[in-house]
């Protein structure tokens, strides 16, 4: 076994790297080539998921192992009381599919369920915390429609060693425990405040042995009964009473949300880019769209004969970035309620034309949508705010078929809430709180049943001849789709191996601000930035990339120096 984990956070570096040494983790850098391979964002569930591969288990096999770990030992960025978002490339079809576990709003919600008396939206945070934006967990019934399709070993053996770890207990992290000691909001919610924080309020230290066990008897209750055990029966009544009995912020989630959610298999939506084929999800989460939009944009250009991160790169990325934005703020939404072109985006003579609309020499930005339906008068953009949270893992299992799963409780801690053990998201703050603006509807505005868009960007890439190449994704909020596509830009156009990728700064424009990595090359180019015109902002991106490139030698992994993660492949 081989692992890998670097780390760039000032503000948790020494300790982390202090807190898995004293776990009697080998650590080493480099490059990884192997039979099987996984990232994650957690050591735990990096051996959680690199145990069932060494058993013989598939991708799906091994991404349910570390899903049910990172629910114990990453509950500020996912778990099973949330959603997510799952490629899956078959080796021998060479087939790339998509499962769709995203959030679902309740049947009772109307348009005005964050809008306050006077019509104007609340605050987030006043509609983040709380049982109001609570969404029914996709996460489940997902990996249950995957395992079905593409699991080897049995269903209840994968959720042994998360049961396992809940009961023995794991040690905080210092990552968890910066997160705990930063939230206002966790420690007034029971049962996380017990759990999480000391009886004065304080976030228990890092090392603390932190025992889970109504996680762990969660946990046995879905392996024994499968779905049906969290989507009906004593846990799906936990959940639903934690969020109608909210005492601030009561939500709307019924038991019969819970036992009519289904999660989705779908066709990926993909793009030629250099002659790989670039594979993300299709709606509602804006990821594939857009960050393929941009790397069609980009194309033409030749990012090859630019350095990385040098002034002339990382305007054209930019400009095409603030593009692609401009039309995801318009037109992308749950395409089971509203009608989205995403053909007319990616097509060929769209992109012409928006391509047309970047300089060399000066920003655009602020750019208006394009109109490839001729829709684009008939809607406004919306004001959804997604904040970095979420979390991302990589597989690739030892019959070479592979899984990219981006998932999430949406904000740090999602509600706040807890049940079963398990925080539950605030996915439905994804939608636009108002429906409509100036007369004019926003696709992404709430609706009963519908799933809330979404920036994560879960990719597989593929080569000229169908084989897999790459698997890559990250959490970060909205800006996930920048981090991606960096990332994918990195290896294909400058030759840079998948760690390299990783570590490469990040620079986001999502139509507006141009932000640049705190404490990275990219600050100097704070003038010749502002020179063409942009606002320029200094600051801190924590993207979690976790990914894995296909070499002639063998497998390479890449975990995100500004997180946690590690990579580990036999």
Known sequence: MKLSRRLANPIIKLVTLFFFVGLAIPVSAGEHKGKFIISAANPHASQAGFDILSKGGSAVDAAIATQMVLTLV???????????????YDNKSQKVTTFNGREKAPAAVTPDLFLKSDGTPQKFYDAVVGG????????????????????????????????????????????????????????????????????????????????????????????????????????????????????????????????????????????????????????????????????????????????????????????????????RGLYLADDDFVTVPVKGLLSDTYLQTRRSLISEDRTGVPFEAGDPSKKAGLLSPDDAIELPSTSHFSIVDGNGNAVSITTSVENVFGSRLMAGGFILNNQLTDFSFRPEKDGKLINNRIEPGKRPRSSMSPSIVLDSSGNLKMVIGSPGGSRIIGYVTKTIIGV????????????????????????????????????????????????TLNSGLHGILVTDQGYEGGADPRREGVVLQN
Request: glycine letters at 8%; one cysteine or more; aromatic letters at 6%.
């Open 74 to 88: 990453e509950p500020q960025s996912s778990g099973i009381g949330g959603g997510a978002f799952f490629l899956h």
């Open 132 to 327: 109001k934006a609570v969404g029914v967990p996709g996460i489940i019934a997902m990996m249950e429609l995957a395992h079905k399709k593409h699991g080897n070993l049995p269903w209840k053996d994968l959720f042994e060693p998360a049961i396992r770890l809940a009961e023995n207990g794991f040690e905080i992290s210092p990552r968890l425990h910066f997160l705990l000691n930063r939230d206002k909001f966790l420690k007034n919610k029971e049962p996380a405040r017990s759990y999480f924080y000391t009886a004065e309020g304080e976030a228990k230290p890092v090392r603390t042995l932190l025992k889970n066990p109504e996680l762990a008897a969660s946990l046995r209750l879905i392996a024994e009964q499968g779905s049906d055990g969290f989507y009906k029966g004593p846990l799906a009544e936990k959940i639903v009473a934690a969020v109608k009995s909210d005492p601030q912020n009561p939500g709307l989630l019924t038991m019969e949300d819970m036992a009519s959610y289904s999660a989705q298999e779908k066709e990926p939506v993909c793009s030629l880019y250099r002659g790989n084929n670039v594979c993300g999800m299709g709606m509602p989460t804006s990821g594939g769209v857009t960050s393929q939009q941009i790397l069609k944009l980009v194309e033409p250009f030749n990012l090859s004969a630019h350095n990385a991160g040098s002034e002339k790169a990382v305007h054209l990325i930019s400009e095409a970035s603030a593009l692609a934005f401009s039309d």
């Open 492 to 539: 294909l156009d400058w030759n840079l191996s998948m760690q390299e990728a990783i570590d490469l700064p990040h620079h986001i424009n999502r139509n507006g601000t141009l932000d640049l990595e705190q404490g990275t090359i990219l600050e100097a180019l704070l003038p010749a930035m502002e020179a063409k015109g942009y606002k320029v902002k200094i600051r």
